[in-house]
C-alpha cells in the first residue's frame, strides 16, 4: 500500500525562525513529489519534485528530494506569521493514465509573533 | 496559468437530498478530474478519478453509487452526493491537470464546504 508521512505533524515556532518539514514516501512508480501549502481552502501549489538532489528555491522556500532515501525536506527561513498554515506532501505515480495524488496528513505550521 | 473552478464553495443541505458539485477547467483542457474530500484536520483523500467520456474510477471504499461522477465535457466533472447523510458532511475538492504544463503540477479548485443537516 502506498504511503506518504509527515513530520512532524505539527509545529509551533517564533517568528524569524527556520523550520524543516519532512516527507518520506513508499509508493510503486514513483513519478514526482509535491508540495502544497494549505490555508483556508484549496491546497496551493509550491513545488514538484522530480530529480534527487536538484534543490528547488522560492524565495524563503525550498526543497529537495532524495530518491535513494525517499523522502524529501521542505525549508522553510525565516519565518512569517503569513507562512502559518498546514504544508501538504503528496506523491504522484507513473503508470501510463493519470493516477490522483497520495497525500500525507500534513504538518500544521504555526508562527508566533 | 492553469485555473479550476469548483462552485458552490459552500452549500448546506437537508438529510437525503442530494448536492450536485461542479469543478470546471477555465483555460485548459481535462481529460482527467480528481475528486477528493478532506475531514478536518486531515489529509486529502482521494475518492474518484474522473474520466471524460468514460466511467469514473473509485477508490477503494468508496461508494459510487453514492458519490455521482459526471465528466461530460473536456472542461465539467460534476461530483453528485446521493441522499446525503451528516456523515457525508466534508470538504470536497477537485483538482486537474494541465498537460500542457509538464514542471507545475496539479491545480486544485476551491473546494466546496457541504454540511447536511
Known amino acids: 500500500e502506498d504511503k506518504v508521512v509527515q513530520s512532524p505533524l505539527s509545529l509551533v515556532v517564533h517568528e524569524g525562525d527556520t523550520v524543516t518539514l519532512n516527507c518520506s514516501y513508499e509508493v510503486t512508480n514513483f513519478r514526482s513529489l509535491l508540495w502544497y501549502k494549505q490555508e483556508k481552502k484549496a491546497p496551493t501549489f509550491l513545488f514538484m519534485l522530480t530529480s534527487s538532489g536538484i534543490e528547488k528555491k522560492s524565495g524563503r522556500l525550498s526543497s529537495i528530494l532524495d530518491k535513494k532515501e525517499l523522502f524529501s525536506i521542505l525549508n522553510i527561513t525565516a519565518t512569517q506569521t503569513g507562512d502559518s498554515a498546514v504544508y501538504l506532501c503528496a506523491v504522484e505515480k507513473s503508470g501510463g493514465g493519470a493516477d490522483g495524488l497520495t497525500f500525507g496528513k500534513g504538518t500544521h505550521l504555526i508562527i508566533q509573533p | 496559468g492553469a485555473v479550476v473552478s469548483q462552485h458552490p464553495s459552500r452549500v448546506i443541505c437537508k438529510s437525503g437530498t442530494s448536492v450536485k458539485i461542479e469543478c470546471r477547467s477555465l483555460d485548459f483542457q481535462a481529460t482527467t478530474m480528481f475528486w477528493y474530500r478532506q475531514f478536518p484536520k486531515k489529509s486529502l483523500m482521494l475518492m474518484a478519478t474522473?474520466?471524460?467520456?468514460?466511467?469514473?474510477?473509485?477508490e477503494q471504499g468508496v461508494e459510487k453509487d453514492k458519490f455521482l461522477i459526471n465528466h461530460a465535457s473536456l472542461t465539467l466533472s460534476t461530483l453528485t452526493v446521493t441522499s446525503a447523510h451528516p456523515e457525508d458532511s466534508s470538504f470536497y475538492i477537485c483538482?486537474?491537470?494541465?498537460?500542457?504544463?509538464?514542471?507545475?503540477?496539479?491545480?486544485f479548485g476551491s473546494g466546496t464546504r457541504l454540511t447536511v443537516v
Open positions: 483538482s486537474a491537470r494541465d498537460g500542457r504544463i509538464t514542471n507545475y503540477g496539479y491545480t
Open positions: 474522473s474520466n471524460e467520456g468514460s466511467k469514473a474510477t473509485y
